[in-house]
């Protein structure tokens, strides 16, 4: 997958796909940086890139929707109303030229952009999809935010951002049963730490592991080419169905 930022236009392929990073600037507890979900969305589509012959990697999008955490300073949130605009000016401007676009996400908080972004570009004739780096439900020891999760992902993407001395817990109940406290009061109100989950386990060992698990379904996503009506890029698990995931970030 070659860079599109170092490339020069006579010298790119006729309609390609264009693959965009986005991410976030929010806080991940003590011991993540602020660009956690970014450096994530871009491993994980870096690491598919053997598999997605003349794709072009654009500069990834590291701003998204982080306003359940601006209860903590560092957090930069464009909302969700501007992201999604954001991405469907995104998406015009470059079908213009590309045939396809994919978007690799890797923060939950842009869904809603995502959903209502892509559900408009495809109305509107762009084979534009998303793609949400989430762990498959099943999968040991999955949570939220900044807990193992996330921390293990980052000791193998990018293990010089990790303090993991600072690493400490945070509310460790399951997501589902946080979700309405969290739209109505923000992270803050349930985790002073900032975190979902616990980091105590995580290991780059395990990062790696997560890492080639995404890198793996978004590349047989991306070859099959199912989209459903919200843009969202339909993943084949074991028994036929597209699988449910746990959103990291």
Known sequence: MRPLAGSVWPELPEYPLVVVPLGSVEQHGHHLPLSTDTAVACAVAEAASPRLDGALLAPALAYGASGEH??????????TEALTGLLIE??????RWAGRVLIVNGHGGNLDALRTAGTRLRAEGRDVAWFPCGVPAG????????GRTETSLMLHVEPEGVRRDHAVPGETAPIADLLPRLRAEGVRALS??????????????????????????????????????????????PGGSSGPVVAAG
């Open 139 to 146: 999968v040991p020891d999955v949570d939220a935010h900044a």
């Open 90 to 95: 995104y998406g015009r401007s470059a079908c």
């Open 192 to 237: 002073p730490t900032g975190v979902l989950g616990n980091p105590a386990g995580a290991s780059a060992e395990e990062g790696a592991t997560l890492t080639a698990l995404l890198a793996d379904r978004l590349a047989r996503a991306t070859q099959r080419w199912r989209v459903a009506a919200d843009g969202r890029l339909l993943v084949d698990v």
């Open 70 to 79: 601006e209860g903590f300073p560092g957090t930069i949130s464009l909302g």
